[in-house]
């Protein structure tokens, strides 16, 4: 596609609760990243996908947070029995290859009740 | 780990003054690049730095990346209400992990007309 999208834009669920998130990146993007911008905050490293290597799960804060890619493009962030901290807007990147800027989508607001 | 910092943290100008923000890294980084992040959107990416000392111009933008790579500065000359927005600097390490950009926490740019 021309751009990152990702689904849905805006998520309500309850406490305890679980959500997936997803995110198609640019055909032919090597590289994707998900982020987490809190109201006003910047932006929160979580995970990076590259080409089939393994990927670096080194910000995911908690086990409650997974994500995979499955056959090199579409990820899916997944958050189990979600929290009220887990509010937030979670943004999903592609790139190129690693040394490129990142092409942002334009995130899923996630607001847990 | 690594951290960028971002100052200041908010800046209110009248139409036509002149801009700037500050990036600092902890650490050396392999390249800075630059988003824009306008009022409810997504991050877009803007430019990205390499070489020490380097200096980029992009109209009224002009960015540059510090003789030891640890710092950068973005200046916009004679400002327009549209360049409202959030400037987020973004460094990638130079170490093993140099494909991770690490987020400052951006600069809030208000502009009176």
């Known amino acids: 596609g021309a751009g990152v999208s990702q689904s849905p834009s805006n998520k309500v669920t309850e406490k305890g609760k679980d959500v997936e998130l997803r995110c198609d990146p640019i055909?032919?993007?090597?590289?994707l990243y998900w982020y987490r911008q809190s109201l006003g905050q910047g932006l929160e490293f979580l995970i990076y996908?590259?080409?089939?290597?393994?990927?670096?799960k080194s910000g995911l804060p908690s086990d409650r947070f997974s994500a995979e890619r499955t056959g090199g493009s579409v990820s899916t962030l997944t958050i189990q029995r979600t929290q009220q901290e887990d509010s937030a807007v979670y943004l999903c990147?592609?790139?190129?290859?690693?040394?490129?800027?990142?092409?942002f989508g334009s995130g899923t607001r996630l607001t847990v009740v | 780990g690594q951290q960028v910092m971002q100052i200041p943290q908010y800046q209110h100008v009248q139409e036509g003054e002149d801009f700037t923000t500050y990036c600092n890294s902890s650490?050396?980084?392999?390249?800075i690049q630059w988003y824009k992040q306008r009022p409810g959107g997504h991050p877009v990416f803007l430019i990205q730095l390499v070489k020490s000392g380097e200096v980029k111009k992009q109209k009224r933008l002009t960015f540059q990346f510090g003789e030891a790579k640890k710092n950068s500065s973005l200046h916009i000359t004679a400002t327009q209400t549209t360049d409202v927005g959030t400037y987020f600097c973004a460094g990638r390490g130079s170490g093993g992990s140099n494909y991770k950009l690490t987020f400052g926490k951006g600069t809030l740019l208000t502009v009176n007309p």
């Open positions: 990147a592609s790139s190129h290859d690693r040394g490129y800027g990142y092409t």
């Open positions: 996908f590259q080409g089939n290597s393994a990927p670096d």
């Open positions: 055909s032919g993007h090597t590289a």
């Open positions: 650490t050396t980084l392999s390249n």
